[in-house]
């Protein structure tokens, strides 16, 4: 169920516009709008749950599922060199958004801006 002024539950019902990379019926993938490297993209499940601490094993089990398929047409689409998945969990952690998602960061070299 949605979850009241969560962006990201917004983004799945359409109410805030984005650039998606994949969707079925539990997970949605979108760019994210501040791109740290090219194809920076964010896995969410369509279930609201704040982060990691509250996500019920069937839904971090969906999520995760989907995760090597939406890797892999990024790698297809951008060619990275590598991809690095993170997941920021509360505050201290610089979890900015309260709606579980695991970053994927495709990676070019030295010159890509992330370290
Ligand atoms: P966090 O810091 O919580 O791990 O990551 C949240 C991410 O969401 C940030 O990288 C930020 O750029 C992204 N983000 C925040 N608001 C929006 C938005 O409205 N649209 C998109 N596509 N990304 C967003
Ligand atoms: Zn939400």
């Known amino acids: 169920m949605a979850h009241e002024d969560c962006i990201f539950c917004k983004i799945i019902d359409g109410e805030i516009p984005s650039a998606k990379v994949y969707e079925d019926d539990d997970v949605y993938a ?14 969410i499940p369509k279930t609201h749950t704040k982060n990691i601490y509250e996500t019920p094993p069937e839904v971090a089990g969906k999520l995760f599922e989907r995760v090597p398929y939406i890797a892999n047409a990024i790698k297809k689409a951008y060619q990275p060199a590598g991809m690095n998945l993170l997941n920021n969990n509360e505050k201290l952690a610089d979890q900015s958004v309260f709606h579980l998602h695991i970053h994927l960061l495709p990676r070019y070299g030295d010159e890509d801006g992330f370290s």
Request: charged share 15%; glycine share 8%.
């Open 30 to 43: 979108f760019l994210d709008i501040s791109q740290v490297t090219k194809g920076h993209t964010l896995v």
